[in-house]
């Protein structure tokens, strides 16, 4: 930010955004769908952590010095926040969040049984929300020791973006019953497409070392045509890498049936992970059996098995 009123603007939007965010993102750590088996969650009832996030809103509008005191050059052409004590204490409450945020990912990977769908889920929370949990943590440490670091501002986007990534894979993989299978597809695809454009391209680039004009892309173009003639073999080897790369993910009826229980369990396990399954989750159970074709009968056995090991 190069305009004082801008930068005064954003580091007050941040101002608030650290003192209102701490209660509400516990409230979303504590809730047992998302986190199961997580150790004692700090807030079960949404009306608390709410009202002190609006509190942390309108707080602002009372005093706004004591969240943003001032901006000031940076020194590189643009403008740095001094943040007021407000702000200061919703960094520590962020902290504290953040912990406990990173400590709920781990438990819950802990505790869920090895093996199961709920073991996959744990891992995929775990991984994206450990990631950048452990990321915020060092960061914000980073800013009470170092204010004038560029650190604490340059850090946050980065992990958003991987923090986005992991987490779309994690549903992906826990939520789509045959996303193995087209990545699988897509790896031998992939490799044939790749093994043509290798050959037009070195081929090209050769035949331009030795031609003038365009006849080195003709000359590619050829080449790759001819490439046609090998496509059986080729074919074969994609076949064998995507094998190895991915042996236990095979194209059949069994592994699509098998992988459809899957996540139907994992959804079953995360409505039963408070001992009891609430209207509302009853009825999303029910579209995805339905969507996922599994009989009502094989649907009552696992929730029967599940209800006993719980």
């Not at 080449?223 to 890498?241: I, K, S, T, W």
Request: charged residues 20%.
């Amino acid at each position: 930010m190069t305009d004082p009123a801008d930068a005064a603007g954003f580091h007050a939007v941040n101002a608030v955004v650290a003192v209102a965010a701490a209660p509400v993102f516990l409230l979303l750590v504590s809730d047992a769908r998302l986190a199961p088996r997580a150790p004692v969650p700090p807030a079960r009832h949404p009306a608390a952590p709410c009202a002190a996030a609006l509190a942390g809103v309108a707080g602002y509008f009372a005093a706004a010095g004591l969240y943003l005191a001032r901006v000031e050059p940076d020194g590189l052409g643009a403008w740095r926040a001094v943040y007021g004590p407000l702000a200061r204490l919703g960094d520590v409450a962020a902290l504290l969040a953040f912990a406990y945020s990173l400590v709920a990912a781990l438990a819950a990977y802990a505790r869920a049984a090895p093996g199961t769908a709920a073991r996959q889920h744990a891992r995929a929370y775990a991984t994206a929300f450990g990631v950048r949990d452990a990321a915020y943590i060092v960061t914000i440490a980073w800013g009470f020791v170092d204010p004038s670091s560029p650190v604490p501002s340059r850090v946050p986007p980065v992990v958003s973006i991987v923090f986005v990534v992991l987490l779309a894979v994690g549903v992906l993989r826990t939520q789509l019953f045959d996303i193995d299978l087209r990545i699988k597809w897509t790896i031998r695809q992939g490799t044939v497409a790749a093994a043509f454009v290798a050959v037009f391209f070195v081929v090209s680039e050769s035949a331009a070392a030795f031609f003038e004009g365009r006849a080195g892309t003709y000359v590619g173009i050829a080449a790759a045509g001819l490439l046609v003639f090998a496509l059986a073999p080729l074919q074969r080897a994609a076949e064998r890498f995507s094998d190895r790369a991915m042996p236990d993910v095979r194209p059949t009826s069994e592994y699509v049936a098998y992988k459809k229980l899957e996540v139907y369990r994992a959804a079953l396990e995360g409505a039963l992970a408070d001992a009891r399954v609430a209207p509302r989750e009853r009825e999303i159970l029910d579209r995805r059996r339905a969507k996922l074709g599994i009989s009502s009968e094989d649907a009552d056995a696992m929730e029967r098995e599940l209800a006993a090991a719980a």
